[in-house]
């Protein structure tokens, strides 16, 4: 592979960039009530750029810090130049706010405040315990629901979200938003010498009361196949939990990389619970990517 190429990938978190359209495609099927139309993609192409730029700023916001502990990285490695970064992260957000803007006002508004969540996060709150880890959190909830913004009632969301038509979207940004801040909190020690008990079961026990508040919602005959999907990221969140628990030594920034995947069974889980053929075949794509962003993270590091 070209060392080019390599380093930008290394930069975009190539692992993680699989778990991001599932965000904005799990909002749209839960907003659209399992409808799909070609709108979908502004807001995948949308979340995608955004989430790309906001990576290359936290990189930039890092360089100092990363020249001490992290110096083979591409930024203080001078594999990528800080001013090359910029210019790519002001395309992206330029080309992230053009699609947005093809879906309205709210997607607009929703899109201004996910770039401000995401800026807060790089410069402001990270290394706040409590408050940097919900900033992260909310910014992929907010990419949830960038992608309610797409379905075809998106000038109505707020409306519909006050009448309480849309519970299992805001359920699902919900449970994204805690999940992320629960794995961004034990990511915090990743560089320590070992964490704290609450921090290595908190994205579980997150997952596991989204899980079931989100079942309780779901009025499908998709009702048993999305909790077994749960089921199977709960117990893969288990499992991650246990073995920072056991071993004192296991390396975090790896086993953070697979909770962030386990991301991808909770956005399978939201498309299948809407219990169309259009939200299946989403499902499905979604599943597919699990495999393939845990292979692709044998080669780049995704934390």
Not at 116 to 134: D, E, F, M, Q, S
Not at 163 to 168: K, Q, S, T, V, W
Not at 246 to 256: F, M, N, Q, T
Request: glycine share 6%; charged share 10%.
């Amino acid at each position: 592979m070209p060392s080019k190429l390599r380093t930008w990938l290394q930069l975009f978190r190539a692992p993680n960039l699989f778990t991001v359209p599932g965000d904005p495609l799990a909002g749209y099927v839960l907003a659209a009530f399992g409808a799909f139309e070609s709108d979908v993609f502004y807001a995948v192409g949308a979340s995608v750029c955004f989430y790309a730029a906001g990576l290359l700023d936290n990189d930039l916001a890092d360089l100092a810090e990363d020249r001490a502990e992290r110096p083979n990285r591409p930024l203080p490695s001078g594999a990528a130049s800080p001013r090359t970064v910029v210019i790519v992260a002001a395309v992206l957000l330029g080309i992230g706010f053009f699609l947005a803007g093809k879906l309205g006002a709210t997607a607009l508004t929703i899109s201004a405040a996910l770039v401000v969540a995401v800026g807060l996060y790089n410069h402001a709150t990270k290394h706040l315990p409590v408050i940097g880890a919900l900033n992260m959190g909310a910014c992929r909830g907010l990419s949830v629901l960038l992608g309610a913004a797409a379905a075809p009632h998106g000038n109505l969301l707020w409306r519909l979200i006050a009448a309480r038509r849309l519970d299992p979207l805001l359920t699902a940004c919900g449970l994204v938003t805690i999940f992320i801040a629960a794995v961004t909190h034990l990511a915090r020690f990743e560089t320590k010498a070992k964490s704290p008990p609450h921090a290595k079961w908190l994205p579980a026990l997150a997952l596991l009361a989204g899980a079931a508040l989100f079942l309780t919602q779901v009025r499908t005959a998709a009702f048993w196949s999305t909790a077994a999907i749960f089921t199977v990221a709960v117990l893969s969140a288990c499992a991650i939990a246990t073995r920072l628990a056991r071993d004192s030594s296991a390396p975090v920034p790896p086993l953070i990389g697979q909770l962030i995947r386990i991301l991808l069974l909770v956005q399978t889980a939201f498309c299948a619970a809407a219990g169309t053929i259009e939200s299946s075949l989403c499902a499905a794509l979604l599943l597919i990517a699990w495999p393939v962003s845990r292979a692709v993270s044998k080669r780049f590091y995704a934390s």
